[in-house]
T-cell receptor, first 113, second 114 residues
């Protein structure tokens, strides 16, 4: 079954808007939650990541909000730009073992100029 | 610094044919992974290798085999390709340790099985 559930599947916003992508997980042993960004024809690349001892992390226009009790985390993109149009994946990982990443199903974001 | 390199970038196979997807990383990472990406399904783990000489099944291993040739190289083999294996395949690598680290992905191999 899907270890990490992601919504929405697609999202269209105007330039300057604040798209929000949500993810939920079940396994409380996960302790690393990254977001990956993928452009067409390219491999995913790390955008930002958070650990469960922090409720929010901001890097530039990208912010992760983390709610440990609800087992949910979300990505907010401030002042979105057409260049942010891409597919975004949330993921979760354990600290031990091979550190496999379990990915959500992805959100295709389109930012309209 | 090339990162993760996958070959080939594109491939068309007939049902029943075999092929090997190659992956190499130059970052001295212990862990390497093979994922497949399908529309609406996200990235699903096929096989992984925590270190040289070890391999383990992921979520969707059926129809695939892997070889961790050395620390740099991790190949994925389709022995008898099926149309259900039409997908985009990504290889990734990651340093292993106490602190979780970034996974680096290759550019992908787009495989079509007809």
């Amino acid at each position: 079954q899907q270890q990490v559930k992601q919504s929405p599947q697609s999202l269209i916003v105007q330039k300057g808007g604040i798209p929000i992508i949500n993810c939920a997980y079940e396994n409380t042993a996960f302790d690393y939650f990254p977001w990956y960004q993928q452009f067409p024809g390219k491999g995913p690349a790390l955008l930002i990541a958070i650990r469960p001892d922090v409720s929010e992390k901001k890097e530039g226009r990208f912010t992760i909000s983390f709610n440990k009790s609800a087992k949910q985390f979300s990505l907010h993109i401030m002042d979105s730009q057409p260049g942010d149009s891409a597919t975004y994946f949330c993921a979760a990982s354990f600290q031990t073992g091979a550190n496999n990443l379990f990915f959500g199903t992805g959100t295709r974001l389109t930012v309209i100029p | 610094n090339a990162g993760v390199t996958q070959t080939p970038k594109f491939q068309v196979l007939k049902t029943g044919q075999s092929m090997t997807l190659q992956c190499a990383q130059d970052m001295n990472h212990n862990s390497m992974y093979w994922y497949r990406q399908d529309p609406g399904m996200g990235l699903r783990l096929i096989y992984y290798s925590a270190s040289e000489g070890t391999t383990d099944k992921g979520e969707v291993p059926n129809g695939y085999n892997v070889s961790r040739l050395n620390k740099r190289e991790f190949s994925l083999r389709l022995e008898s390709a099926a149309p259900s294996q039409t997908s985009v395949y990504f290889c990734a690598s990651r340093a292993q340790g106490i602190m979780n680290t970034e996974a680096f992905f290759g550019q992908g191999t787009r495989l079509t099985v007809v």
